[in-house]
């Protein structure tokens, strides 16, 4: 057992008498007595007085109660502390957000990179006074060189034709190139568009900052929060703070990411129509808005999507009035989530409430004080997506669909009921969504931002519940996975079949749903249109790695609402598409085993297991639907093959004696296996866990494998038989709820580096991991060791592993 001096009352109720146990220095001097008696008089007695000592970090935020159950700070940002810190300018956390620029909901602003430390005059983003601050400026700017051109000449506002055949633009004629001020745009949505008529600020915390439930705070004011009591504020800003699914289409972090809007779910907990404040325009005044957007099979009372198109759940009135999840309970009727009327002159502070049953929204009245929500949902076997790990945005947008909300033909009777006095006609404003925004820009300007005081996010200490491994990631009953295909069963990962439906001619939905019984979750999918080939609709699971010479089993569980024929498919995940190995099985009504026979793979590569559902030898199966479940396929025969598609490095199911990935894949820098790329370096991981250690333990919780925590001062982690020959650098994978922390790397028993943990990253029970990146000089091989320097709070902080690159 460890004892923990903690920083509040040991110190200063017990005061020197634990001076050197806490690390304060102390001197003697007299104490004056009382008056001296008669006689002799033995010296006065002599007391510590303890010297000043360093400041200790401050101590860890407050664990909450909900509902009686305690949960802890994971991760908080408080852009620099509370209101009016005074901090300077400063930028923001590189390591929780990255700003990004995209043309969606008829926004009319670019998303810009500027920030105030360097952009002192034109900023869109600034952390000053305690506050994060998304300023919408009203400017012209392009943001993307979409505009062809074979000469200057053809370039519009004074551009330059560039040699890559786009115009290039500097409009603000500050020497900068306009798309160089913007935030990148990353392909996981609708590219921006040129010829913006004002700026803002736009950021999000995917692959940096994303968990899977937990309790969410943050505190926030409106745009033009300034304006005198009672003042009506111009129209067209839309800040918003919400949620998507981790699973999006940005690549990496070792994560699906493949899944498109609305499959892998958005969750907005604060969007802001301010437009809605004009009494004129809007009466009810429900300018504060919630709303939740998602995609399942159609419910009854759903308008069908378009056939291979897809439209969302909400629970807002579109597209479907609502949903019987958005009271909280699945069953009943329909609901829709109403806005809220609020006073934007004040800091209001929202909390997010989410488990595995659904999650809660509230304002002001917060949870842990016994709020009542304003929103409640209830996840239910469909909506799957909101059991998967997301992350948040926030950003300040100008004009669009709810900037402007109501613009497309809003019922009107004069042109005083329309936004900025647009024309009625036939009863019917013609707003747009560039001409409601009605900022008077040189004196209101500066009041157009959304300031956000603090983020919080939380788990509850009890954890929660985890899906079981499916059965079918163990293909041949020796009780050790050994499938080659991640999320076999549709129940550990349920979005990440939401869009492996693939259209060569042919459209259609899919999504993940719960049949009961001995299947329960399977994959579901409606055919639209079966096109003209097989492969017109298709379900594909790739890639995966396949080895020469090495024979493998595959097989599918299928259902069918007509009798059919379904080709089944090995080929190349690339072109030329190569088949390699093929199956028509007939599938009927009922659940049917696809048993294919064995295959042989000739070359390395990567394959896809295709499953074609469009038409077959010309008859179409336009209207059918089919359910797809324990997808398989792994080698015939294997001694300890290790599946290491979703694992982690080492986490290989046959008790850590193979401890890699397989053929053709590496560890990557989450600690996932990935696909090996020929001449780039890979790290040598030292998982924590696998160390000798002295003073500390494991426990789980860790990105990669489990963690050690208990590390403290003179506790030690070594790994023996280390080769350093090569290594220039180590970094650390770290988390603790103190900061300053720090270690010594130690090789063969000499001192390489220190690893220094400048600031906090969570709680101990769940901490959010960061990596502390070293330069090392050092060959041969020996023992390595992470050993701690003491820390006035006594844990260092959490280690889960070493790469070694």
């Not at 104490?31 to 400041?55: H, S």
């Not at 109660?65 to 949960?71: E, I, K, L, M, R």
């Not at 001995?518 to 080895?547: C, F, K, M, N, T």
């Not at 072109?575 to 390699?580: E, F, G, H, L, R």
Request: aromatic content about 8%; overall charge negative; some cysteine.
């Amino acid at each position: 057992m460890k004892w923990e001096w903690k920083a509040s009352w040991t110190r200063g109720v017990l005061g020197c008498a634990l001076g050197v146990l806490v690390g304060v220095g102390c001197a003697v001097k007299p104490e004056p007595g009382p008056t001296d008696p008669p006689g002799p008089v033995d010296p006065p007695p002599e007391v510590a007085v303890c010297q000043a000592a360093p400041p200790a970090p401050p101590p860890p935020a407050p664990a909450l109660v909900v509902a009686g159950q305690p949960y802890s700070l994971t991760w908080e940002d408080d852009f620099g502390g509370p209101v009016g810190g005074g901090q300077a300018r400063s930028f923001l956390n590189k390591d929780f957000w990255v700003k990004e620029n995209l043309g969606v909901n008829n926004e009319q602003q670019a998303y810009t990179n500027r920030e105030c430390p360097d952009h002192p005059d034109n900023w869109n983003y600034c952390v000053e006074n305690g506050r994060l601050t998304l300023l919408a400026r009203q400017e012209p700017l392009d943001c993307v060189v979409w505009q062809t051109c074979s000469d200057s000449s053809q370039c519009l506002n004074g551009g330059t034709c560039a040699s890559t055949g786009y115009c290039l633009n500097d409009r603000n004629k500050n020497g900068v190139w306009d798309h160089d001020e913007c935030a990148v745009f990353d392909g996981a949505s609708n590219a921006p568009a040129n010829d913006r008529l004002f700026t803002s600020g736009r950021i999000k915390s995917d692959e940096r900052v994303e968990f899977r439930y937990g309790y969410i705070e943050f505190r926030a004011r409106m745009p033009f929060a300034d304006l005198p009591a009672g003042a009506t504020p111009p129209g067209g800003l839309w800040p918003a703070i919400w949620m998507l699914g981790a699973n999006s289409a940005i690549t990496g972090g070792g994560r699906d990411d493949s899944a498109g809007w609305p499959m892998l779910g958005e969750i907005d907990i604060m969007e802001y129509s301010q437009i809605k404040e004009n009494p004129a325009l809007y009466s009810e005044n429900d300018s504060m808005g919630l709303n939740t957007l998602w995609r399942e099979r159609p419910e009854a009372g759903e308008s069908a999507a378009r056939p291979g198109g897809w439209e969302p759940n909400a629970c807002s009135g579109w597209p479907n009035n609502g949903d019987a999840k958005c009271d909280g309970d699945v069953g009943g009727a329909r609901s829709v989530w109403a806005g809220r009327a609020i006073d934007y002159h004040q800091w209001h502070t929202w909390g997010f409430l989410w488990d595995e049953t659904g999650f809660r929204i509230y304002i002001d009245e917060l949870p842990q004080h016994g709020g009542t929500p304003v929103a409640s949902f209830s996840i239910g076997d469909d909506a799957t997506e909101f059991r998967q790990p997301m992350f948040l945005i926030l950003n300040n947008a100008v004009g669009g669909t709810l900037g402007c909300t109501g613009w497309e033909n809003r019922a009107c009777t004069t042109s005083a009921q329309c936004a900025n006095n647009a024309a009625c006609v036939g009863g019917k404003c013609q707003e747009n969504a560039s001409t409601c925004v009605n900022v008077d820009w040189a004196t209101q300007g500066a009041m157009a931002g959304l300031e956000v005081d603090y983020v919080r996010w939380y788990h509850r200490d009890s954890g929660y519940p985890q899906a079981p491994s499916a059965a079918c990631q163990d293909g041949n009953g020796d009780g050790e996975p050994d499938n080659l295909i991640h999320n076999c069963g549709f129940n550990e990962d349920f979005t990440s079949h939401r869009s492996d439906l693939f259209f060569e001619g042919g459209a259609g939905l899919t999504d993940v749903v719960n049949e009961g019984g001995g299947h329960g979750y399977a994959q579901w999918v409606r055919i639209d249109d079966s096109g003209a080939q097989g492969y017109s609709v298709q379900v594909r699971q790739e890639p995966v790695p396949l080895s020469p010479g090495t024979t493998y089993s595959w097989k599918v569980d299928l259902k069918a609402s007509t009798a059919r024929t379904v080709p089944l498919k090995i080929a190349l995940a690339h072109a030329p598409w190569t088949v390699i190995a093929s199956f028509d099985c007939e599938v009927g009504t009922a659940w049917t085993t696809c048993n294919a026979p064995d295959f042989t793979a000739t070359v390395a590569d990567t394959y896809k297991f295709e499953i074609d559902l469009g038409t077959h030898l010309g008859v179409k199966f336009n209207g059918s639907e089919v359910l797809i479940d324990n997808m398989y396929l792994g080698e015939v025969a294997r001694s300890c093959q290790p599946d290491c598609t979703g694992k982690l490095c080492g986490d290989d199911g046959c008790g850590g004696s193979c401890g890699t990935c397989r053929a053709g894949t590496a560890c990557g820098g989450w600690g996932q296996c990935v696909a090996f790329v020929e001449g780039a370096k890979q790290p040598k991981r030292l998982e924590a866990e696998a160390a000798t250690l002295v003073g500390c333990s494991v426990e789980g919780g860790g990105d990669s494998g489990d963690l050690v925590v208990g590390f403290e001062g003179g506790d030690s982690l070594c790994w023996s038989g280390v080769d350093l020959t090569g290594i220039t650098h180590v970094t650390a994978h770290v988390g603790s709820t103190h900061g300053q922390g720090q270690a010594r790397l130690r090789f063969n028993d000499a001192d390489l580096c220190s690893l220094n943990l400048d600031a906090a990253t969570g709680g101990w029970s769940s901490p959010n991991l960061k990596d502390v990146p070293v330069a090392v000089s050092g060959s041969g091989t020996g023992t390595l060791c992470l050993v701690g320097v003491t820390h006035p709070e006594g844990q260092i902080f959490s280690v889960d592993y070493l790469d070694l690159r």
